[in-house]
């Protein structure tokens, strides 16, 4: 299953649930500040994520929510923060799709990314596209694909770092596109898209909302989006599944995850608050000029997801001898 289909059986799933008052046991929750651990720097999707959340729980539990951010080895740091937290329901994670390379790329975690973590919601997602320099010559995904298969290894393409979301990206376009290329991984995704730009490498499968501006100026050359169906922010650029690579379907994803030890009931009372102020328009319209789609599930359908995604990513870290450095 692929993952837009999987989205959408989540959506349908949150869409036909409603969850029930959280019971605990223990009395009215919450009763103290509640944190939101964030394993990456201020500024990315999991961050301008979690810190919406953060404000929308404020205001509806009447306790303050904390950001904090602490980055470091993909993410993992924090992941094991949460996994190892009290299961009280007071300390949460901001993840990224890192979330599910992780497992694939790391010989050893301190924690199980799907035994020791229980999903809140998916909280949003956003879509990469395919860029190249305007002087590469590619005026088309599949001049460029014809490039690569006419000289095998020949050609390269950026990302922002060895198993990040960008790098998978373009892993998973080799495996389903039958094309030899070859990863030249940089520190973060400006180093990238200026490599792409310079026609240093070939091409870069960039977050959109990194690349829109520079596509629209003609610095970069829009090859294709990632996902099945078009972006509103380029809305003639066509997919990469209708451009040559019938199927291919990647999405850069953002979620809340707490300690799988954590009730039931209070992951329920989560999700319905973070659901809630993830339908709200004003977000869509907020998120919608910087590529986020709020994109709400249930805990389980999140579960879900990260399984498959897990499983696609090992997949293709086998096929490519990827590992973390």
Avoid at 89 to 112: E, K, N
Avoid at 208 to 221: D, F, P, Q
Avoid at 249 to 262: E, I, N, Q
Wanted: charged content about 20%; overall charge positive.
């Amino acid at each position: 299953m692929n993952f837009t289909r999987c989205l959408v059986a989540a959506a349908v799933a949150v869409a036909g649930t409603s969850a029930p008052a959280a019971q605990t046991g223990g009395g009215e929750y919450p009763t103290k500040p509640i944190r939101i651990i964030v394993g990456f720097t201020p500024g990315g999707g999991p961050d301008i994520t979690a810190r919406y959340l953060a404000q929308k729980l404020t205001e509806e539990f009447k306790q303050q929510v904390i950001v904090d951010n602490r980055p470091g080895a993909g993410g993992t740091i924090a992941a094991n923060l949460a996994a190892t937290a009290n299961p009280d329901g007071y300390t949460l994670l901001s993840v990224s799709s890192a979330h599910a390379v992780a497992p694939a790329i790391y010989d050893r975690l301190p924690y199980d990314a799907q035994r020791d973590l229980a999903g809140i919601t998916l909280s949003a997602v956003s879509k990469y596209v395919l860029v190249t320099s305007p002087t590469s010559g590619f005026r088309s995904l599949k001049d460029l694909l014809a490039a690569a298969r006419a000289k095998p290894g020949a050609l390269n393409f950026s990302s922002a770092g060895t198993g990040s979301g960008t790098h998978f990206a373009a892993e998973q376009l080799k495996s389903m596109a039958k094309i030899d290329v070859v990863h030249i991984p940089f520190k973060g995704i400006p180093e990238a898209l200026t490599e792409s730009m310079t026609g240093r490498v070939q091409f870069f499968m960039s977050p959109i909302a990194n690349a829109v501006s520079l596509v629209r100026e003609g610095r970069l050359t829009g090859l294709g989006v990632s996902s099945l169906k078009r972006d509103a922010l380029l809305p003639d650029l066509p997919t990469i599944a209708e451009s040559g690579v019938p199927g291919y379907d990647s999405v850069l994803w953002f979620g809340l995850l707490t300690s799988a030890k954590t009730p039931r009931p209070l992951i329920a009372q989560l999700n319905r608050e973070t659901a809630r102020a993830l339908g709200e328009p004003e977000l869509r319209r907020r998120w919608a000029p910087i590529g986020l789609d709020p994109s709400p599930t249930t805990p389980e359908a999140f579960d879900r997801l990260i399984a498959a995604e897990v499983a696609l990513f090992t997949k293709l870290a086998k096929a490519g001898n990827i590992k973390a450095q």
